[in-house]
Nanobody
Framework: QVRLVESGGDLVQAGGSLRLSCAASGIIFSFSIADMGWYRQAPGKQRELVAT???????NYSDSVKGRFTISRDGAKNTVYLQMNSLKPEDTAVYYCRLGVSAFWGQGTQVTVSS
């Protein structure tokens, strides 16, 4: 079983920054070979991909966050991060991390950006 626990969500003013964390664990899980992703879901909208990072460190971003968000990983801590800068009200959503394209998701962390 894989367990993903997000943290770091908060209420922040537009233009501000937050860093989200996702700690991964599991007896059959090897973080070092796992692709990881951050997704978000705003009220009334479908869940969308925000950023991904491969086991080798290659990254991809949605056009809406490119240049503002940075995904990274720390193998020693089995943790993936999402640094979010220049936040906008439209970034308001519940943010989830996911193991690759598997069925394993975290519980989500709320990010609210006020204008």
């Amino acid at each position: 079983q894989v367990r993903l626990v997000e943290s770091g969500g908060d209420l922040v003013q537009a233009g501000g920054s937050l860093r989200l964390s996702c700690a991964a664990s599991g007896i059959i899980f090897s973080f070092s070979i796992a692709d990881m992703g951050w997704y978000r879901q705003a009220p009334g909208k479908q869940r969308e991909l925000v950023a991904t990072i491969s086991a080798g460190g290659s990254t991809n971003y949605s056009d809406s966050v490119k240049g503002r968000f940075t995904i990274s990983r720390d193998g020693a801590k089995n943790t993936v991060y999402l640094q979010m800068n220049s936040l906008k009200p439209e970034d308001t959503a519940v943010y989830y991390c996911r193991l690759g394209v598997s069925a394993f998701w975290g519980q989500g962390t709320q990010v609210t950006v006020s204008s």
